[in-house]
């Protein structure tokens, strides 16, 4: 890499470190060092890189020194063509004059370059010094907002523990207050048998009622009008007898295309479904004629088990076998005939029942 790529990637590192650091005592130590180690590392490729550009650079120009040398138009090898001493003295106090010039401008300009290097370094070091107190102040400001939150934790934990024994203090105060209405609605000793119903919603018993309403109404079918112009009366046939009726028009309401959604005193229903309604109808009057006849029949048997007998019969009652007093218990579990024919033994004699 070159000195630019270093330079980003040193970059990168920093602000690694920088945001490691900010975490305070959260901070990865392992990270925070393995960071370091790279920066540092990648520093001193940089100053080696800049140490071998700056001796390339000096041995470039020390051989070409005695080229830049101002001699004023001399050429320097001329100067070490000596032929006796006063001439070699001569040409060597030159030569170390131009030499002597040229080191102090190079000193002159290393030590301008020097200067400006160390104001640059002390403006840096202050602004590192800077950074770093900043840094200092950032990471007690993290731990003290660490500690903060830490703080804020625990008594938000504690909040709701307070706040879920509050809620079951309440809902024990709620049902101790239910408690306490129930006995003064139904009395303290009549409390426990009071039973919580559900209360239905207005529609749902509404639409109760509404059934209840239609489904006790006349079942009908086939409507139709009585007459197609006049339109002032219907006729249709009752479900459960067949018998054609009049109903006026008003007692109905809707259209005869669709007979069984139309609405009024009576339930339309399809041809299809009224012999169910007809079937249901007889059936349940068949029962009611067996029940009818089933009193009747046990109404008679009752007369006949208790019969008051007469009392010149009384002498006879030996010679029958039969006794008044038990004479309906023995009865109880016979026909009518088998009763029939026990009065007349009663009654009549033995003699008689036989003859007859």
Request: a negative charge; one cysteine or more; glycine letters at 4%.
């Amino acid at each position: 890499m070159n000195v630019t790529e270093i330079q980003g990637k040193i970059e990168q590192l920093q602000y690694e470190l920088n945001t490691e650091n900010q975490r305070g005592g959260l901070r990865d130590a392992a990270k925070v060092e393995n960071l370091e180690l790279q920066i540092a590392d990648l520093n001193k490729q940089i100053e080696d890189h800049n140490r071998a550009a700056i001796e390339a650079t000096v041995t470039t120009e020390v051989s070409k020194f005695m080229d830049t040398l101002d001699f004023e138009g001399v050429n320097p090898q001329d100067l070490f063509l000596n032929f006796s001493a006063d001439g070699a003295e001569s040409s060597y106090n030159y030569v170390n004059a131009v030499i002597q010039n040229a080191v102090s401008k190079m000193k002159q300009a290393d030590l301008s370059k020097t200067n400006a290097l160390i104001a640059e370094n002390e403006a840096l070091q202050a602004k590192c010094d800077k950074l770093q107190q900043e840094k200092e102040e950032l990471s007690h400001d993290l731990s003290v907002q660490n500690l903060e939150v830490s703080d804020l934790n625990a008594r938000l934990a504690n909040a709701t523990r307070m706040l879920d024994e509050e809620k079951a203090e309440v809902e024990r105060l709620t049902s101790q207050v239910d408690d306490l209405r129930k006995e003064i609605a139904v009395g303290a000793a009549a409390a426990a048998k009071v039973v919580e119903v559900d209360v239905r919603s207005a529609r749902e018993i509404w639409e109760e009622e509404r059934q209840k309403e239609e489904n006790a109404k006349e079942v009908i079918y086939n409507i139709r009008w009585k007459d197609d112009l006049r339109r002032d009366t219907y006729l249709a046939e009752l479900a459960k007898t067949d018998e054609t009726i009049e109903i006026p028009y008003y007692a109905m309401n809707g259209d005869l295309k669709n007979p069984t959604a139309m609405k009024g005193k009576y339930r339309v229903v399809t041809s299809e479904q009224a012999p169910s309604f007809r079937a249901e109808y007889l059936a349940k009057q068949n029962a009611e004629q067996v029940d009818t006849d089933s009193t009747g029949v046990l109404e008679v048997a009752e007369q006949l088990v208790t019969p008051t007998v007469p009392s010149f019969r009384e002498e006879d009652s030996a010679i029958s076998g039969l006794d008044q007093v038990n004479t309906g218990v023995e009865m109880a579990g016979k026909t009518v005939e088998e009763r029939l024919q026990a009065l007349e033994l009663a009654v009549f004699g033995k003699a008689e029942v036989e003859a007859a």
